[in-house]
């Protein structure tokens, strides 16, 4: 297994033979914006570690947002008519402190542009969390790679509906 994440202080909450993933505390997170949960529509949000993913990183945040519509009104953009939800795959920045972001909250520094993102239909929160914590176990088992060289897999899983044209 890898040890790219040695100071994270926080044991992880999946393991796989090919890397680590952690529930990332969005409470905290939150909190350092002075935001509220209403004002959130994270379902659940992972930091993954996959070492053989990229040669020059390797964590990926992996989120599950709902679509409902939120207290402030923002707008949602469509792309699959009856979305539920939508997963988020970015890349993390290899200089960054994972404990920080896992265990304190703070900010979480993604590459731009992120790996993939799709809207998808789930019944419910729970099954959209599901859904995503899959997604991380097998990549950590090294059957799903985050990487963007390897979105068809992703495409295969959540569909194509927010991947550009050039990238089909």
């Known amino acids: 297994m890898s040890e790219y ?3 994270v202080a926080k044991k992880p909450d999946l ?4 890397g680590k993933a952690w529930f990332v505390d969005t409470d905290k997170q939150l909190e350092r914006i002075g935001a509220s949960k209403e004002d959130d529509a994270t379902v659940v949000g992972l930091v993954v570690e996959a070492g053989y993913a990229h040669p020059l990183w390797h964590n990926y945040w992996i989120v599950v947002v709902h679509l409902r519509e939120m207290p402030d009104k923002r707008e949602t953009l469509w792309y699959l008519p009856g979305a539920t939800h939508e997963i988020w795959i970015a890349a993390l920045d290899p200089e960054q402190d994972m404990d920080g972001v896992i265990s304190h909250g703070e900010e979480m520094r993604t590459l731009s542009p ?9 019944s419910n929160d729970a099954e959209a ?3 995503i914590i899959k997604a991380a176990q097998d990549i950590i088992d090294g059957v ?4 963007t060289d390897f979105r068809k897999q992703w495409v295969d899983r959540f569909g194509n509906n ?4 050039e990238w089909r």
């Open 5 to 7: 994440n040695k100071n």
């Open 15 to 18: 393991v796989g033979q090919y």
């Open 114 to 122: 992120i790996n993939f993102a799709a809207q998808f239909i789930a």
């Open 129 to 131: 969390a599901d859904r």
């Open 144 to 147: 799903l790679n985050p990487d």
């Open 162 to 165: 927010m991947v550009k044209k």
